[in-house]
Structures are given as structure tokens and as C-alpha cells.
């Protein structure tokens, strides 16, 4: 089983600053991940899929990279709104998937 | 709208059964995998299980293979979440999800608001 591994598991930030979150992969994965964001009492929503590949609709302030068994979510002058829990998912094993534990980003 | 709307969560005693709907509007849902992905108070995301666009193909994670079972009916736009042998451990909020496939890589774009499922004495 591929296990993936988010750090830091929590993360406090303020109203501009950039951050970076890191997801590693037990083994590799080529590029088949992507990073979602979950608010309180909401439905995950997609940002990135295939490492790098921004969904529609998602602001172009996030942005992922990687490929092989790192991989980076960065967010560029935070924004209120983005206080959440990101969770990266690998498709490598597709049917089958796996998440991150999550980072939680306060303020 | 695309949407997906779940239903059929509640509280079930250890050991016993409950059947999760989850029912789709706004895209052609018989050209799309499905899954379900479930979050216990105050975890992460885990994904259940999912099922192909003719229901021949099915994938489940470990900790649920044997107990619970997915199906669809692309008549009337649903999947489902047959739960059984229910344990304490399987409380959590199910979302349903829809699986997205471009070029060879695989997301879920499209999430439901998610039903609760608690499993207590």
C-alpha cells in the first residue's frame, strides 16, 4: 500500500504571507496527485489534480509541483478564506486511493 | 447545477445495517466512476470504495472489504452504499464523490454534502 505523508500536520500563517505544504509518497507516484481543501463542516473541494494542474475556478494564488514521491502545495499571499485543511490524495493505485492525514492552516 | 445529494445516514447499533443513497443531477452520470470517502469526528478523509460507469468493476479499501458493497443505478442517476456488520470504528460522515478522469490522471471533482452514519450501542 502506498502510504502519503502531509508536513507539517498544522501550520499558522497570516493574511498574506506565502505557504507551503509537502506531501511524500511511501513510493513513487509519478505525478498522480492532488491537494484539496475541506472547511469546516464542508465538502473537500478540489485545488490541484495531477501534481501541477489547477482545477477550474481555483484561484491562481495555489499551485502545486512535484513528481516522483514529493510534492509541494504552495499558496501565495493567503487570503481569509484559504484558513483550512489541505489534503493531498494519490490515483497511482487507481481504482484505489489514499490521503494525507491533512494540515490544518490557522491563523 | 452539478450536483450530488447523499441521504440514508443515521445511528445503527454495532452490528447492524444501513444503506446510503447517493443521487445525481446536472451531469451524465452513467459516463463516470463514483466514490464514496468517509471522515470520522475529527480525522482525515478516507477513501470507501468506488465503482465504474457499468458497475463491473468495483474497488474497496481494506477495513471494508466483505461488509459493505457498492452499487449504482444509472437509471435513476444513484449509487449506493450497502453497509453491513456495522462497527463502532465505520461512524463518520460519507461524501459522495465523482471521479474525473483526464489524460490517464484520476481526481474527484464533484462532492456531495455528506451523510452521517453513527455506530453506537
Known amino acids: 500500500d502506498i502510504q502519503m505523508t502531509q508536513s507539517p500536520s498544522s501550520l499558522s500563517a497570516s493574511v498574506g504571507d506565502r505557504v507551503t505544504i509537502t506531501c511524500r509518497a511511501s513510493q513513487r507516484i509519478d505525478s498522480y496527485l492532488n491537494w484539496y481543501q475541506q472547511k469546516p463542516e464542508k465538502a473537500p473541494n478540489l485545488l490541484i489534480y495531477a501534481a501541477t494542474s489547477l482545477q477550474r475556478g481555483v484561484p491562481s494564488r495555489f499551485s502545486g509541483s512535484g513528481s516522483g514521491t514529493d510534492f509541494t502545495l504552495t499558496i501565495t499571499s493567503l487570503q481569509p478564506e484559504d484558513f483550512a485543511t489541505y489534503y493531498c490524495?494519490?490515483?497511482?493505485?487507481?481504482?484505489?486511493?489514499?490521503f494525507g492525514q491533512g494540515t490544518k492552516l490557522e491563523i | 447545477e452539478v450536483q450530488l445529494v447523499e441521504s440514508g445516514g443515521g445511528l445503527v447499533q454495532p452490528g447492524g445495517s444501513l444503506r446510503l443513497s447517493c443521487t445525481a443531477s446536472?451531469?451524465?452520470?452513467?459516463?463516470?466512476?463514483m466514490s464514496w470517502v468517509r471522515q470520522a469526528p475529527g480525522k482525515g478523509l478516507e477513501w470507501v470504495a468506488n465503482?465504474?460507469?457499468?458497475?463491473?468493476?468495483?474497488s474497496y479499501v481494506d477495513s471494508v472489504k466483505g461488509r459493505f458493497t457498492i452499487s449504482r443505478d444509472n437509471a435513476k442517476n444513484s449509487v449506493y452504499l450497502q453497509m453491513n456488520s456495522l462497527r463502532p470504528e465505520d461512524t463518520a460522515f460519507y461524501y459522495c464523490?465523482?471521479?474525473?478522469?483526464?489524460?490517464?490522471?484520476?481526481?474527484?471533482?464533484?462532492w456531495g454534502k455528506g451523510t452521517t452514519v453513527t455506530v453506537s450501542s
Open positions: 464523490a465523482r471521479d474525473q478522469t483526464t489524460a490517464y490522471y484520476q481526481y474527484m471533482d464533484v
Open positions: 465503482i465504474k460507469q457499468d458497475g463491473s468493476e468495483k
Open positions: 490524495q494519490q490515483s497511482y493505485t487507481t481504482p484505489m486511493y489514499t
Open positions: 446536472g451531469f451524465p452520470f452513467s459516463r463516470y466512476w
